[in-house]
């Protein structure tokens, strides 16, 4: 690492005598550079496209620009699948174990994961939170929701490949910076949009209202304004898959199956096959509305206020071959095939009194909000020193306040089969006996819970500009100090009464017709599922919500809490240079982070646990597992303290009117994931697998180095090369330790496989290249490719692979469009080859390659009408996941998405 850090030292050095070689030039103060500059309106392909090139190239620092075509319009729906388009960019669709989507949810960088990406709005941080269970309690990362990201309010978004000391600190590769619009920016006094569409999703066979407005006012003399923007938009979706829960399991020796079969110890088998149908509503709804204020000509004083709220409950249902409960102790039939150390290819024989079947069926009434409120203050206090001063505050907040679940037991006696075909297709299932609502041999109900997840910032910061003449033109300086708090609350649950046997007479409804023919494979798929309905009326008649008060045998999930709390203090000093045909800057960030864990320990002595979650009662055959004694926890709380010292150097030197060089090095600190630091310890008893966090882990530092080559052939014109490189030092990895912790099931301890974050290194490697024409007036082209080649140095996972999360090493993007004065059209395709999601369980797994179509139609009818339609993944493409080559873990349909919009102007 000391070799690196020289290296790095030796660099910025370098830049700094470059610096001193440059002729200054005169030039005016920034601040009043940008007073001379008329408004400009960006209006449609090209001119969107123009206008990020301007910003590209004008950047001191390596970045990639996409402008909004018009107000209220990115050239894509949504603003992630947007960003999917350029150099270096990847997106996924989910953050934790929920598998994946028809819609991009986060974003990430140059082969790394969406945790070590910083997502800012205007220059800030923004709360974000999940409407998934898993990613409010046990999965939470750093990334950023772009669901609850609205398209229409973005301007511009500018994603950052390399560091300056006056960015916040935060993203190990990078920064993406959506910029929305403010009031004295448009050039008219009043202007107003409204779009009202729909949204059709295939899968969910549902159409759905899609409305947006704006409007904005600034006087005649520019010294005040006001705009509003609104959105409601809702969506159906619904998504049809196989899935295997958990992973494949080993046989053990100690199983009874090893008595008979011998040759079967070690082998891998499907703990749970199931047939998996999720539906959801995602209701959105918010709006922001900004004020500016000149008082005098060299202050300006703004107020923003932004706020969505999306409900997004969901019907989860999963009929599954539950191969973990009897796969251990019963012997296949003979002619069983075994390769590669999986089985492959198993039937048995039904045996009186064996479930071969389980049922989860689990409604939950969830909801996701971001909001913030900033105040800043631009000042030029003279023609030599501008400041600017800001502060805001802004929450995220994942809800999750009820969960109606239903868990029954079938196919009693009557056997089951599969056929397995590697990680490339679904397994060929089946289960024999009674499937239907009079087979159910056994009830249980789970997870009653209500879970709340709370991101919450407070921020302040001061930045200064002093201007020079001479090579070095001006110096930023400044402070940036913020207080971040994360927790996951887990306070109340039900004690459920006799839930069957009301549930067993209600409502039920069929799968969908042609369920899941999209990927394949033959398993079930003529299922029949209690109605949303029926479960909740079931539980909620009878089940006694319980109060956290333990006078009123109430009860608090205490192993589902933590708290991780950063105060974070820093300083820069940022040098910039210029000269004829030079400019760069070179600086230093100080950094000062507080971080303070609150997290709980499980013990099996309830008498001396700190807290306990106990209720009146006990387990039995009416409640299943959802009647337990929950056990008793410790609370355990730590202290780490960070200081670092983060130097960063940009260099731009014109080789020619035309072509651009750029040379970066930089040390860039991101902090581990919340649940990373924070999160108890839990465990499956479907396969005995679990995690936890660890409180001690160290930040990722990494060093990076970029180099890049910039030829501007032509008007809107671009042929582009960049390489990379980044050290990450103490990277996040998982390790898997055995812990006894209280087990629901067998009402005492159980020894589970626990995945657990450890600090590691890593190295990221790679080039980008892109290219982008205009061919005539009308017609356009571009392409991109990245390469990434990202390791983990001393480590390997459970299947023994050295992957980073979220590496893919090949991700490309073409596009054509056409434009002409009325009429645009564009037709794209993107591809991102296979990468490491994170751990189920104790196993790696990873998402497969996979390539999707998209297209958009716009006609201007009037001066004040246009017409658009967005259709997303046109090739119905299917999101496969797996474990290793012969043994997949998912398989999702989701089906293709249309927008229309009729937008107006005035």
């Not at 005016?28 to 960006?42: C, G, I, S, T, W």
């Not at 990613?135 to 609850?148: K, P």
């Not at 079967?264 to 703990?271: E, R």
């Not at 290819?345 to 079947?357: L, W």
Request: proline content about 4%; aromatic content about 12%.
């Amino acid at each position: 690492m000391q070799v690196r850090k020289n290296v790095l030292t030796l660099s910025i050095v370098a830049v700094l005598g470059m610096a001193g070689t440059v002729h200054a030039q005169d030039q005016k103060p920034a601040a009043q550079e940008a007073k001379d500059l008329d408004k400009v309106v960006v209006t449609g392909i090209r001119g969107s496209q123009e206008k990020s090139l301007d910003v590209k190239r004008d950047a001191s620092a390596h970045v990639e620009v996409v402008t909004a075509e018009d107000v209220g319009k990115l050239p894509a729906h949504n603003v992630a699948d947007t960003l999917q388009r350029l150099p270096g960019v990847n997106i996924s669709s989910s953050s934790a174990d929920e598998g994946g989507f028809d819609e991009a949810d986060r974003v990430s960088l140059r082969g790394t994961s969406p945790s070590l990406t910083q997502t800012l709005i205007n220059g800030h941080s923004v709360g974000s939170a999940d409407w998934f269970v898993l990613s409010q309690g046990n999965t939470v990362g750093r990334s950023v929701s772009y669901t609850l990201l609205p398209s229409e309010l973005v301007s511009s978004v500018e994603v950052s490949k390399t560091s300056q000391a006056k960015v916040m600190e935060g993203g190990t590769v990078g920064s993406v910076n959506i910029k929305t619009r403010r009031p004295l920016e448009f050039a008219d006094k009043i202007t107003g949009e409204a779009s009202i569409g729909a949204v059709r999703s295939d899968n969910a066979d549902a159409t759905d209202p899609q409305l947006s407005g704006l409007f904005n006012y600034r006087n005649d003399e520019g010294t005040f304004g006001v705009m509003v923007q609104a959105f409601k938009q809702k969506r159906h979706l619904s998504r049809q898959a196989q899935e295997i829960p958990g992973g494949f399991f080993q046989i053990g020796a100690s199983d009874p199956v090893a008595a008979t079969n011998p040759d079967l110890v070690g082998v891998w088998a499907p703990g749970l096959l199931g047939s998996t149908l999720f539906e959801q509503v995602r209701d959105r709804k918010g709006g922001l509305v900004s004020l500016q204020f000149k008082p005098t000509d060299n202050l300006t004083l703004g107020l923003e206020g932004f706020s969505s709220d999306m409900k997004a409950n969901n019907y989860n249902r999963n009929f599954m071959l539950w191969g973990s409960s009897f796969a251990r102790s019963q012997a296949p039939d003979a002619g069983y095939v075994v390769k590669n150390g999986v089985l492959t290819d198993a039937t048995y024989t039904g045996v009186a009194g064996t479930d071969y079947a389980v049922y989860d069926m689990i409604s939950r009434e969830a909801n996701a909000k971001t909001r913030y409120i900033t105040f800043d203050a631009d000042w030029q206090i003279s023609d030599n020193l501008s400041a600017k001063f800001q502060a805001g505050t802004t929450k995220g907040e994942g809800s999750t306040d009820r969960q109606f679940i239903a868990e029954v037991t079938l196919a009693n006696g009557g056997g089951a089969s599969w056929t397995s075909h590697g990680n490339s297709a679904p397994l060929d299932w089946s289960v024999g006996g009674d499937i239907t609502p009079a087979g159910v041999t056994s009830f249980g109900t789970w997870g009653n819970q209500q879970v709340i997840a709370l991101d919450k910032e407070h921020w302040a910061s001061l930045d200064f500009t002093r201007y020079f003449d001479g090579a070095v033109n001006s110096i930023n300086f400044g402070a940036h100090w913020t207080n971040h708090k994360r927790d996951s609350i887990s306070p109340e649950g039900a004690s459920p009464g006799n839930i069957w046997a009301a549930l067993q007479s209600g409502a039920t409804a069929p799968y969908p017709g042609g369920f899941a023919s999209g990927i394949g494979g033959d398993f079930p798929r003529d299922l029949w599922y209690f109605t949303p309905d029926a479960l909740k009326d079931a539980i909620v008649n009878n089940s006694t919500w319980l109060s956290d008060d333990d006078s009123k045998n109430g009860r608090h999930n205490w192993g589902a809490d933590w708290h991780v709390e950063e105060k974070n203090l820093a300083a820069y000093l940022q040098a910039n240079f210029t000269g004829d045909s030079w400019s760069g800057n070179v600086g230093l960030r100080y950094v000062n982070i507080k971080q303070d864990i609150l997290t709980y320990q499980s013990v099996s002595d309830i008498a001396n646990a700190d807290v306990s979650s106990l209720f009146a009662q006990g387990p039995g055959p009416v409640c299943g597992w959802g009647c337990p004694v929950w056990g008793g926890w410790k609370i355990m709380t730590y202290r780490n303290t960070y200081n670092k010292v983060l130097p960063s150097a940009n260099f731009k030197y014109e080789l020619a009117d035309d072509k651009v060089f750029r040379l970066a090095a930089s040390q860039t600190m991101t902090l581990p994931d919340y649940s990373a630091l924070g999160a108890s310890s839990w465990g499956s008893d479907l396969n005995l697998t679990g995690g936890g966090g660890n409180p001690n882990l160290k930040p990722v530092m990494s060093t990076n180095f970029d180099a890049s080559y910039e030829w501007y052939f032509m008007p809107r014109g671009l042929l582009s090369a960049s390489v990379y490189s980044m050290h990450l030092k103490d990277y996040v990895a998982f390790g898997v330790v055995d812990r006894e912790m209280f087990s629901e099931q067998a009402q005492g301890l159980r020894t589970y496989h626990v995945s657990v974050p450890i600090n590691v290194s890593g190295d990221v490697r790679g080039f980008e290249l892109a290219y982008q024409q205009p061919l005539g007036d009308n017609v356009g082209l571009d392409a991109n490719y990245t390469y990434a080649d990202g390791k983990v140095n001393g480590f390997q996972w459970a299947d023994g692979s050295d992957s980073l999360v979220g590496t893919s090493k090949n991700t490309y993007n073409l596009g054509v469009w056409f434009e002409n004065d009325r009429f645009g059209a564009r037709v794209s395709y993107t591809y991102r080859s296979a990468f490491l999601i994170g751990l189920s369980g104790a196993n790696p797994f990873y998402q497969a390659d996979y390539g999707s179509v998209s297209a958009s139609l716009n006609y201007k009818a009037t001066d004040w009408l246009n017409i658009s339609l967005d259709a997303m993944n046109l090739n119905n493409p299917s999101l496969y996941y797996y474990q290793s080559p012969t043994i997949p873990t998912a398989f999702y349909s989701n089906g293709r998405q249309y927008y229309l919009n009729f937008r107006f102007k005035f």
